[in-house]
């Protein structure tokens, strides 16, 4: 990325720049003109976000970086996927930031403060780092200068929705919950969100108090979950449970995304498959992936790699907070012999970190489809194979689930989403793809 900014998040209370910041990004259109219901979605390492990392890493560096953090991201979500109540603890290896990957503009508060927040198809929460905050980076929604602020206490219903709350007053809900690597301590708040050009009143959110770890996003999350005080479940009006987006590639700087949320402006032509519901993990996304194909050929995977089963938490979900796809091993194994195979014995593979399959020749494999029931979705060679700058290293950008981790998850995770629409139609229960440039 050529683009340099001369400010740094360090230096100032970043809201109130956001948008002087936002607009000199360069050879970027940070800030569209607004549409009804559509969000630009940024990568956090686009010149318009103010979170891309400042020093220059090499490629190498930078996607053993995003596969470790893939791996905080899958045992988070493993964890998820099997949790009664409490979160199991990730160890958060060396300093992993582990936040999801895109971010949205939206403001909070009257006057509106401008935020960032990051979204995340595997979480309902919303939370805002709020002024006063011990642990939160340096930007903080501050409370104290809204009009339409208000704290939730114990009698609010939303407060009976909320986990074993730690303090329960008249004036407060306090609760703690972790988030990946991180703690979080917060009090359940309300104020109005404004999204594109819909302005959400009341909107219940956490507003944290305390955080521990570096796994919260730096200026918020916003959940796109379905369980209780989700976005979804707090817009049923609005948007009745219905939201698209296109994820733009980490290679397009100079591209954003975008999220469209509600029923209106959806495509008409798309492929679905069926959205399936664990009761146990009801913010996760499932669908029943049910073969592979490597080029032409379907590998021979067990059935009981993709099973879905609520119990164990065991199946395949779509994922916006993971960046390469991960697959259990008993599916990723014959994926990769596969790919192997069609690449000849003669051409040498390495690894890079966590990818096994990685060459120094051009990769003669055209495509890889991932058969859902119902819709097949064939991805070309950007949405399965990552580049090193130089050009000279190629690896399929997969992952089997690493050893440490008892995964029994399958994630669709975004560089395979990159350059497609994704539907989550939550009503009607089904899950569209669609490809699509983001831009
Ligand atoms: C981004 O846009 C600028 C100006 O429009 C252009 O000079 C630059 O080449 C673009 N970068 C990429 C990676 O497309
Ligand atoms: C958050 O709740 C605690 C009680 O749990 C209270 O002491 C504190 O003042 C509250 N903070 C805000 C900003 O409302
Ligand atoms: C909740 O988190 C706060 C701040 O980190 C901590 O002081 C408190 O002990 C925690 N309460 C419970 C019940 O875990
Ligand atoms: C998906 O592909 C398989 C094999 O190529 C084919 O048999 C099946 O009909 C396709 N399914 C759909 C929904 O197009």
């Known amino acids: 990325m050529k ?45 318009c976000s103010p979170f891309r990392s400042q020093n220059h890493v090499s490629w190498e560096e930078s996607v053993l970086q995003m596969q470790s953090e ?16 409490s979160v199991v603890p990730i160890a958060s290896g060396r300093g992993i930031i582990q936040s999801p990957t895109y971010v949205v503009r939206a403001m909070i508060g009257t006057p509106p ?10 979480s309902d929460a919303a939370w805002v780092p709020c002024s006063g905050c011990i642990g939160c980076p340096s930007s903080t929604f501050a409370s104290e200068k809204s009009t339409s602020y208000k704290t939730l206490g114990c009698q609010a219903p939303q407060c009976k929705q909320v986990l074993n709350p730690t303090t329960c007053t008249a004036i407060a809900c306090s609760f703690n919950t972790t988030y990946g690597g991180s703690t979080v301590a917060a009090n359940l708040s309300q104020d109005s969100l404004k999204l594109a050009l819909d302005v959400i009143p ?11 770890g570096n796994s919260v996003p730096p200026q918020g999350l916003l959940g796109l979950g379905r369980g209780p005080l989700s976005l979804l479940s707090q ?42 519901k664990n009761p146990r993990r009801s913010s996760l996304y499932y669908v029943n992936l049910v073969a592979i194909k490597v080029g032409k050929k379907i590998v021979d995977i067990p059935a009981s790699a993709f099973a879905f089963n609520p119990t164990t938490g065991a199946g395949t979900v779509f994922d916006s907070g993971t960046t390469f796809t991960r697959l259990v091993q008993s599916a990723y194994i014959p994926v990769r012999n596969e790919f192997r195979r069609r ?10 970190g966590g990818f096994d399959t990685c060459y120094n020749v051009p990769i003669t494999i055209p495509s890889i489809t991932f058969m859902f029931s119902g819709m097949n979705v ?5 949405n399965f194979l990552i580049h090193s700058s130089s050009g000279s290293t190629t690896c399929l950008a997969m992952a089997g689930a690493p050893d440490n981790v008892n995964s029994v998850l399958n994630v669709i995770a975004s560089l395979q989403q990159q350059n497609h629409r994704v539907l989550f139609d939550v009503p009607n229960s089904r899950l569209g793809v669609a490809r699509e440039t983001c831009t």
Do not use: E, W
């Not at 009341?202 to 521990?212: A, D, H, N, P, R």
């Open 202 to 212: 009341s909107y219940t959110f956490g507003c944290i108090q305390k955080t521990t």
């Open 235 to 276: 817009t049923q009006s609005l948007y009745k449970s219905t939201f698209s987006y296109c994820l733009p590639s980490y290679k397009s700087p100079n591209f954003s995304g975008s999220l469209r949320l509600g029923p209106t402006a959806q495509p008409i032509r798309i492929k679905y498959t069926q959205l399936l």
């Open 113 to 122: 403060q401008t935020f960032l927040m990051a979204v995340d198809t595997s």
């Open 70 to 85: 893939d791996k905080s991201r899958l045992q988070y979500l493993s964890s998820l996927a099997v949790a009664k109540k």
């Open 343 to 352: 690449m000849g014995k003669t051409a040498t593979v390495s690894s890079l």
């Open 378 to 382: 064939t991805l070309p060679q950007d």
């Open 3 to 47: 683009a340099s900014n001369p400010l740094t998040l360090s230096n100032m209370i970043f809201f109130a720049f956001a948008l002087v910041f936002i607009s000199t990004a360069q050879g970027q259109t940070c800030d569209k003109p607004q549409q009804a219901s559509t969000l630009q979605v940024f990568h956090v390492n686009s010149p």
